[in-house]
């Protein structure tokens, strides 16, 4: 069964800093699909970043990077230099290719930048 | 901007009374899915679909809940009777799947949050 675990419920940083939320995944396929999303104070889910299975290269864009390690089911997200409209609530997606387009969410990480 | 559109917005009932939310999915998604978001549980899928067929409703009380989709531009989910523990936000998302695993963005909706007194 999949599951997603984000152990940080909150994390608070001073502007600028540099900050990595954690997201732990567990699954049986070969094939699957994860992702991050951002929820800021307005309440709208916002799509960050998709990654397959099968690529293992991190990726950057911008002040935002993601290292994907397969050895240990892991997609943390860094922020580099954070800055206060960064503060949200991350979530860590999950989608397996057998659960047939099930996407499951992990608890959140509850991200605080103060100025 | 194409768009996952959800009514209403904001919903305040009484314990007991019927609640319907509805969600227009955007055109061309075939993969419709409905979350439930508390401070408690975060985000928990309610139930999904894939060309309007029902794929998983098992995190719905199925004693009260029911979702459905009568076509394709509309899904519905509808509580009956509600309770007070029935309030959250709830979101409905809509993407493209080839049915072997969502492999691209979920769109999301803006919420409707459901106040039960």
């Known amino acids: 069964a999949q599951k997603v675990t984000q152990a940080q419920t909150e994390i608070s940083v001073v502007e600028k800093e540099d900050v990595t939320l954690d997201c732990v995944y567990e699954?049986?396929?070969?094939?699957?699909?994860l992702f991050w999303y951002k929820q800021p104070p307005s309440g709208e889910l916002v799509f960050l970043i998709r990654?397959?299975?099968?690529?293992?290269q991190n990726e950057i864009s911008g002040r935002y990077s993601w290292n994907f390690q397969k050895s240990t089911s892991s997609f943390n997200f860094t922020i580099t230099a954070s800055q206060v409209v960064d503060s949200a609530v991350y979530f860590c997606?999950?989608?397996?290719?057998?659960?047939?387009?099930?996407?499951?969410f992990g608890p959140g990480t509850s991200l605080s930048v103060i100025p | 901007d194409a768009r996952v559109t959800q009514t209403p917005r904001d919903k305040v009932t009484e314990m007991g009374q019927e609640v319907t939310m509805r969600c227009q999915p955007i055109?061309?998604?075939?993969?419709v899915f409905w979350y439930r978001q508390t401070m408690m549980q975060g985000l928990e899928l309610l139930a999904y679909?894939?060309?309007?067929?029902?794929?998983?409703d098992s995190g719905m009380p199925k004693d009260r809940f029911s979702a459905e989709m009568p076509d394709a531009t509309l899904a519905t989910l509808k509580i009956q009777p509600s309770e007070p523990r029935d309030s959250a936000v709830y979101f409905c998302?809509?993407?493209?799947?080839?049915?072997?695993?969502?492999?691209?963005?979920?769109?999301f909706g803006e919420g409707s949050r459901l106040t039960v007194l």
């Open positions: 679909f894939r060309n309007r067929a029902p794929l998983d």
């Open positions: 998302a809509s993407a493209i799947s080839p049915g072997t695993g969502v492999t691209g963005e979920l769109f």
């Open positions: 990654r397959n299975s099968f690529d293992e």
């Open positions: 055109l061309g998604h075939n993969t």
């Open positions: 997606a999950l989608s397996e290719k057998t659960s047939y387009d099930k996407v499951i």
């Open positions: 699954t049986r396929d070969t094939t699957y699909y």
